[in-house]
Nanobody, 124 residues
Framework: QVQLVESGGGLVQAGGSLRLSCAAS????????MGWFRQAPGKEREFVAA????????YYADSVKGRFPISRDNAKNTVYLQMNSLKPEDTAVYYC?????????????????WGQGTLVTVSS
């Protein structure tokens, strides 16, 4: 199994930007599709973005499309979420996830591993 560690969260003002990183252990990183989820206070977990093995196909939730591009660097075993034009409603704990099936990410299916989460707080 792959182990994931997120970083990059913090406090930011509305309209600002943050880049989240998810570092994976081992060479197996390139065998997984990767994605990001978030869970706001009192809310259920929701899908944010996903990227396939080679990094040439991405999928986004409507709420973040155009604002939160996802990317990966397989040579560095890292996936990124660039968060731009942040809004207070983006406040949540953001989780990195790895899965065998790219198509499973929007519904949170077939996920192999999760990171510990990193908190993003957007102030108004």
């Amino acid at each position: 199994q792959v182990q994931l560690v997120e970083s990059g969260g913090g406090l930011v003002q509305a309209g600002g930007s943050l880049r989240l990183s998810c570092a994976a252990s081992g060479r197996t990183f390139s065998s997984y599709a990767m994605g990001w989820f978030r869970q706001a206070p009192g809310k259920e977990r929701e899908f944010v973005a996903a990227i396939n093995l080679s990094g040439d196909i991405t999928y986004y939730a409507d709420s973040v499309k155009g604002r939160f591009p996802i990317s990966r660097d397989n040579a560095k075993n890292t996936v990124y979420l660039q968060m731009n034009s942040l809004k207070p409603e983006d406040t949540a704990v953001y989780y990195c996830a790895a899965g065998w099936k790219f198509a499973g990410f929007p519904r949170g299916n077939a996920l192999e591993a999760w990171g510990q989460g990193t908190l993003v707080t957007v102030s108004s």
